[in-house]
Protein backbone atom coordinates (compact mmCIF):
# COMPACT_ATOMS: atom_id res chain seq x y z
CA UNK A 1 0.00 0.00 0.00
CA UNK A 2 3.23 2.01 0.44
CA UNK A 3 3.16 2.49 -3.55
CA UNK A 4 -0.43 3.63 -3.75
CA UNK A 5 -0.17 6.33 -0.86
CA UNK A 6 3.56 7.25 -2.00
CA UNK A 7 1.82 8.14 -5.43
CA UNK A 8 -1.20 9.90 -4.04
CA UNK A 9 0.59 12.02 -1.96
CA UNK A 10 3.18 13.05 -4.70
CA UNK A 11 0.18 13.41 -7.51
CA UNK A 12 -1.21 15.74 -4.75
CA UNK A 13 1.29 17.94 -3.72
CA UNK A 14 2.59 18.25 -7.82
CA UNK A 15 -1.60 19.87 -8.43
CA UNK A 16 -1.67 22.12 -5.40
CA UNK A 17 1.77 23.52 -6.26
CA UNK A 18 0.28 24.21 -9.36
CA UNK A 19 3.11 22.66 -11.49
CA UNK A 20 0.82 19.50 -13.08
CA UNK A 21 0.50 21.30 -16.64
CA UNK A 22 3.92 20.63 -16.25
CA UNK A 23 3.49 16.57 -15.85
CA UNK A 24 0.67 15.65 -17.44
CA UNK A 25 1.93 12.68 -19.39
CA UNK A 26 3.69 11.52 -15.27
CA UNK A 27 0.14 11.84 -13.65
CA UNK A 28 -2.26 10.59 -16.47
CA UNK A 29 0.33 7.44 -15.90
CA UNK A 30 0.81 7.75 -11.90
CA UNK A 31 -3.35 8.33 -11.80
CA UNK A 32 -3.74 4.56 -14.18
CA UNK A 33 -1.60 2.64 -12.00
CA UNK A 34 -3.20 3.88 -8.39
CA UNK A 35 -7.03 2.94 -10.19
CA UNK A 36 -5.58 -0.57 -11.88
CA UNK A 37 -3.96 -1.31 -7.93
CA UNK A 38 -7.94 -1.01 -6.80
CA UNK A 39 -9.02 -2.92 -9.37
CA UNK A 40 -6.78 -5.62 -9.06
CA UNK A 41 -6.90 -5.60 -4.80
CA UNK A 42 -9.66 -4.34 -3.57
CA UNK A 43 -7.87 -3.92 -0.57
CA UNK A 44 -5.37 -1.54 -1.98
CA UNK A 45 -8.23 0.76 -2.59
CA UNK A 46 -9.19 2.14 0.65
CA UNK A 47 -5.93 1.11 2.92
CA UNK A 48 -5.86 1.78 6.36
CA UNK A 49 -5.81 5.36 6.15
CA UNK A 50 -8.61 7.50 6.08
CA UNK A 51 -5.99 10.36 4.52
CA UNK A 52 -5.01 8.03 1.49
CA UNK A 53 -8.10 6.67 0.94
CA UNK A 54 -9.79 10.03 0.76
CA UNK A 55 -7.21 11.69 -1.25
CA UNK A 56 -6.96 8.42 -3.53
CA UNK A 57 -10.93 8.61 -3.77
CA UNK A 58 -11.18 12.49 -4.61
CA UNK A 59 -7.92 12.22 -7.29
CA UNK A 60 -9.64 9.54 -9.17
CA UNK A 61 -12.92 11.21 -9.31
CA UNK A 62 -11.04 14.41 -10.48
CA UNK A 63 -9.01 12.35 -13.47
CA UNK A 64 -12.45 10.72 -14.50
CA UNK A 65 -12.25 7.30 -13.05
CA UNK A 66 -15.22 6.12 -11.04
CA UNK A 67 -14.30 4.75 -7.80
CA UNK A 68 -17.31 3.66 -5.21
CA UNK A 69 -17.73 5.74 -2.24
CA UNK A 70 -17.80 2.00 -0.62
CA UNK A 71 -14.05 2.66 -0.12
CA UNK A 72 -15.27 4.47 2.69
CA UNK A 73 -17.64 2.02 4.31
CA UNK A 74 -14.41 0.18 6.39
CA UNK A 75 -14.12 3.46 8.37
CA UNK A 76 -17.71 3.62 9.30
CA UNK A 77 -18.18 2.66 12.77
CA UNK A 78 -22.07 3.13 12.88
CA UNK A 79 -24.44 4.89 10.22
CA UNK A 80 -23.07 8.21 9.83
CA UNK A 81 -20.15 7.88 11.60
CA UNK A 82 -16.40 7.41 11.07
CA UNK A 83 -13.35 6.84 12.57
CA UNK A 84 -10.24 9.29 12.78
CA UNK A 85 -12.70 11.98 14.96
CA UNK A 86 -9.48 13.66 16.40
CA UNK A 87 -7.23 13.70 12.55
CA UNK A 88 -7.44 16.44 11.50
CA UNK A 89 -5.81 15.85 8.08
CA UNK A 90 -7.86 12.59 7.50
CA UNK A 91 -11.38 14.76 8.05
CA UNK A 92 -10.23 17.66 5.94
CA UNK A 93 -9.63 14.82 3.07
CA UNK A 94 -12.70 13.12 3.70
CA UNK A 95 -14.13 16.43 3.41
CA UNK A 96 -12.80 17.49 0.24
CA UNK A 97 -13.22 13.97 -1.28
CA UNK A 98 -16.80 13.88 -0.23
CA UNK A 99 -17.18 17.04 -2.67
CA UNK A 100 -16.59 14.67 -5.58
CA UNK A 101 -20.36 13.28 -4.75
CA UNK A 102 -22.62 12.40 -7.44
CA UNK A 103 -26.51 12.72 -7.67
CA UNK A 104 -27.42 9.90 -4.96
CA UNK A 105 -24.99 9.64 -2.93
CA UNK A 106 -26.28 10.70 0.63
CA UNK A 107 -23.66 8.72 2.24
CA UNK A 108 -21.30 11.17 1.04
CA UNK A 109 -23.57 13.88 2.01
CA UNK A 110 -23.49 12.23 5.78
CA UNK A 111 -19.42 12.46 5.50
CA UNK A 112 -19.28 15.94 4.81
CA UNK A 113 -21.68 16.92 7.50
CA UNK A 114 -19.43 14.38 9.60
CA UNK A 115 -15.78 15.82 8.83
CA UNK A 116 -17.97 19.60 9.27
CA UNK A 117 -19.02 19.12 13.10
CA UNK A 118 -15.71 17.46 13.84
CA UNK A 119 -13.54 20.40 11.98
CA UNK A 120 -15.26 22.70 13.43
CA UNK A 121 -15.24 21.31 16.97
CA UNK A 122 -11.52 21.55 16.47
CA UNK A 123 -11.18 24.89 15.67
CA UNK A 124 -10.64 26.09 18.88
CA UNK A 125 -7.23 23.67 19.42
CA UNK A 126 -6.19 23.92 16.06
CA UNK A 127 -5.85 27.72 15.15
CA UNK A 128 -5.77 28.91 18.53
CA UNK A 129 -2.28 30.12 17.50
CA UNK A 130 -3.67 31.89 14.79
CA UNK A 131 -6.66 33.66 17.35
CA UNK A 132 -3.68 35.36 19.05
CA UNK A 133 -2.53 36.48 16.10
CA UNK A 134 -5.32 37.55 14.61
CA UNK A 135 -6.11 39.73 17.76
CA UNK A 136 -2.69 41.20 17.45
CA UNK A 137 -3.30 42.22 13.88
CA UNK A 138 -6.72 43.86 14.52
CA UNK A 139 -4.90 46.07 17.54
CA UNK A 140 -2.63 46.83 15.29
CA UNK A 141 -5.28 47.82 12.21
CA UNK A 142 -7.01 49.99 14.84
CA UNK A 143 -4.03 51.53 16.18
CA UNK A 144 -2.86 52.63 12.32
CA UNK A 145 -6.87 53.94 11.73
CA UNK A 146 -6.38 56.59 14.79
CA UNK A 147 -3.51 57.48 13.56
CA UNK A 148 -4.71 58.33 9.89
CA UNK A 149 -8.15 59.48 11.19
CA UNK A 150 -6.09 61.69 13.90
CA UNK A 151 -3.15 63.21 11.21
CA UNK A 152 -0.83 61.67 13.51
CA UNK A 153 2.72 61.53 12.17
CA UNK A 154 4.62 58.59 13.44
CA UNK A 155 8.58 58.76 13.86
CA UNK A 156 10.53 56.04 11.82
CA UNK A 157 10.43 53.64 14.07
CA UNK A 158 6.79 53.31 15.58
CA UNK A 159 6.02 53.14 11.84
CA UNK A 160 8.32 50.29 11.11
CA UNK A 161 6.37 48.54 14.43
CA UNK A 162 2.98 48.91 13.44
CA UNK A 163 2.85 48.87 9.53
CA UNK A 164 4.77 45.80 9.60
CA UNK A 165 2.56 43.98 11.59
CA UNK A 166 -0.65 45.61 9.86
CA UNK A 167 0.55 43.83 6.81
CA UNK A 168 -1.12 40.73 7.57
CA UNK A 169 2.37 38.49 6.56
CA UNK A 170 2.82 37.36 10.13
CA UNK A 171 -0.79 35.88 9.57
CA UNK A 172 -0.47 34.73 6.44
CA UNK A 173 3.08 32.59 7.55
CA UNK A 174 0.65 30.71 10.05
CA UNK A 175 -2.38 30.22 7.58
CA UNK A 176 0.01 28.36 5.63
CA UNK A 177 1.57 26.98 7.86
CA UNK A 178 -1.61 25.22 8.65
CA UNK A 179 -1.21 23.53 5.03
CA UNK A 180 2.20 21.44 5.87
CA UNK A 181 1.91 17.90 7.18
CA UNK A 182 1.76 17.50 10.41
CA UNK A 183 5.26 16.14 11.16
CA UNK A 184 6.83 19.61 10.04
CA UNK A 185 3.87 21.90 11.99
CA UNK A 186 4.05 20.87 15.02
CA UNK A 187 2.34 22.52 17.94
CA UNK A 188 5.76 23.57 19.24
CA UNK A 189 6.10 25.57 15.57
CA UNK A 190 2.83 26.98 15.73
CA UNK A 191 3.13 28.73 19.05
CA UNK A 192 6.72 29.86 18.45
CA UNK A 193 5.57 31.39 15.46
CA UNK A 194 2.85 33.12 17.11
CA UNK A 195 2.37 36.05 19.47
CA UNK A 196 4.82 37.38 20.60
CA UNK A 197 6.10 37.45 16.98
CA UNK A 198 9.97 35.99 17.18
CA UNK A 199 12.30 38.71 15.06
CA UNK A 200 12.17 36.03 12.13
CA UNK A 201 8.84 36.29 11.24
CA UNK A 202 8.98 40.25 12.39
CA UNK A 203 12.01 40.66 9.73
CA UNK A 204 10.12 38.45 6.94
CA UNK A 205 6.98 41.03 7.25
CA UNK A 206 8.94 44.00 7.53
CA UNK A 207 11.12 43.24 4.19
CA UNK A 208 7.21 42.89 2.97
CA UNK A 209 6.20 46.39 4.13
CA UNK A 210 9.19 47.97 3.22
CA UNK A 211 9.29 46.50 -0.83
CA UNK A 212 5.29 47.84 -0.53
CA UNK A 213 6.23 51.43 1.03
CA UNK A 214 9.15 52.07 -1.87
CA UNK A 215 6.57 51.01 -4.34
CA UNK A 216 3.96 53.17 -3.28
CA UNK A 217 6.14 56.08 -3.03
CA UNK A 218 7.58 55.95 -6.90
CA UNK A 219 3.95 55.03 -7.77
CA UNK A 220 2.27 57.32 -5.90
CA UNK A 221 -0.04 56.27 -2.78
CA UNK A 222 -3.68 57.30 -2.00
CA UNK A 223 -4.27 60.75 0.08
CA UNK A 224 -6.06 58.93 2.74
CA UNK A 225 -3.46 56.59 3.08
CA UNK A 226 -1.28 56.46 6.29
CA UNK A 227 2.74 57.76 5.22
CA UNK A 228 4.88 55.06 4.11
CA UNK A 229 8.39 54.59 5.17
CA UNK A 230 9.72 56.71 2.80
CA UNK A 231 8.17 60.01 3.71
CA UNK A 232 8.38 59.36 7.23
CA UNK A 233 12.29 58.53 6.81
CA UNK A 234 12.41 61.80 4.92
CA UNK A 235 10.71 63.95 7.34
CA UNK A 236 12.69 62.94 10.34
CA UNK A 237 16.00 62.31 8.78
CA UNK A 238 15.38 65.43 6.63
CA UNK A 239 16.92 63.88 2.90
CA UNK A 240 15.34 63.80 -0.25
CA UNK A 241 12.82 60.86 -1.56
CA UNK A 242 15.71 59.29 -3.81
CA UNK A 243 18.07 59.26 -0.51
CA UNK A 244 15.23 57.70 1.51
CA UNK A 245 14.28 54.88 -0.54
CA UNK A 246 18.33 53.79 -0.92
CA UNK A 247 18.10 53.65 3.24
CA UNK A 248 15.30 51.90 3.34
CA UNK A 249 16.43 49.61 0.86
CA UNK A 250 19.64 48.93 2.72
CA UNK A 251 17.51 47.90 5.72
CA UNK A 252 15.69 45.51 3.75
CA UNK A 253 18.80 44.03 2.99
CA UNK A 254 19.46 43.74 6.57
CA UNK A 255 16.77 41.86 7.42
CA UNK A 256 17.49 39.43 4.75
CA UNK A 257 20.59 38.51 6.37
CA UNK A 258 18.91 38.35 9.74
CA UNK A 259 16.75 36.18 7.69
CA UNK A 260 19.88 34.09 6.68
CA UNK A 261 21.32 33.76 9.76
CA UNK A 262 17.82 32.72 11.47
CA UNK A 263 18.09 29.84 8.98
CA UNK A 264 21.54 28.45 10.18
CA UNK A 265 20.97 29.26 14.01
CA UNK A 266 17.12 27.88 14.46
CA UNK A 267 16.69 24.64 16.25
CA UNK A 268 16.04 22.13 13.39
CA UNK A 269 12.26 21.98 14.36
CA UNK A 270 11.53 25.68 13.99
CA UNK A 271 13.60 25.55 10.49
CA UNK A 272 10.57 25.04 8.87
CA UNK A 273 8.78 27.72 10.21
CA UNK A 274 12.23 30.08 8.92
CA UNK A 275 12.07 28.86 5.70
CA UNK A 276 8.15 29.31 4.92
CA UNK A 277 8.66 33.13 6.33
CA UNK A 278 11.91 33.39 3.70
CA UNK A 279 9.40 31.95 1.11
CA UNK A 280 6.70 34.77 1.98
CA UNK A 281 9.75 37.35 1.76
CA UNK A 282 10.85 36.20 -1.88
CA UNK A 283 7.02 35.85 -3.07
CA UNK A 284 7.01 40.22 -1.84
CA UNK A 285 10.37 40.91 -3.68
CA UNK A 286 8.48 39.67 -7.20
CA UNK A 287 5.28 41.35 -6.29
CA UNK A 288 7.36 44.58 -5.80
CA UNK A 289 10.23 43.89 -8.20
CA UNK A 290 11.99 46.95 -9.51
CA UNK A 291 8.98 49.46 -7.40
CA UNK A 292 6.19 48.17 -9.38
CA UNK A 293 3.18 46.65 -7.67
CA UNK A 294 1.82 43.16 -8.27
CA UNK A 295 -0.53 43.00 -5.81
CA UNK A 296 -2.46 46.32 -5.89
CA UNK A 297 -2.29 45.94 -10.25
CA UNK A 298 -2.31 42.87 -12.12
CA UNK A 299 -1.36 44.25 -14.83
CA UNK A 300 2.51 44.84 -13.19
CA UNK A 301 2.92 40.83 -12.71
CA UNK A 302 1.44 40.37 -16.13
CA UNK A 303 4.75 40.49 -18.04
CA UNK A 304 6.47 38.15 -15.15
CA UNK A 305 3.45 35.80 -15.36
CA UNK A 306 3.41 35.61 -19.51
CA UNK A 307 7.18 34.66 -19.47
CA UNK A 308 6.90 31.97 -16.70
CA UNK A 309 4.05 30.51 -18.01
CA UNK A 310 2.79 31.23 -21.72
CA UNK A 311 6.47 32.74 -23.44
CA UNK A 312 8.38 29.86 -25.27
CA UNK A 313 11.85 29.60 -23.58
CA UNK A 314 14.55 30.34 -26.15
CA UNK A 315 16.99 27.74 -26.84
Given at each position: MGGVAATVALVDTVERLGLDSHFREEIAAAISRVHVAGEEGPELAG??????????????RQHGFWVSADVFDKFRDGAVNFGATNDARALLSLYHAAHMAVPGESALDDAIAFARRHLQAMIGELRSPAAEQFQLQLEYYMQEAEWTNGKYQPSFEEHEELSSMSTGL???????LMGYDRAVATQELFDWMSAPVPDVVRAGAVIGRFLNDISSYKLGKNKNDLDSAVECYMQEKGVTGEEAVAAIAAMTEHRWRVLNQACMETDRALLPGVQLV????????????????????????????TALFLDPIPI
Open positions: SDDLHVAATRFRLLPMLNLMAASIARTCEVIYLRGRDGYTFGSHAKDLV
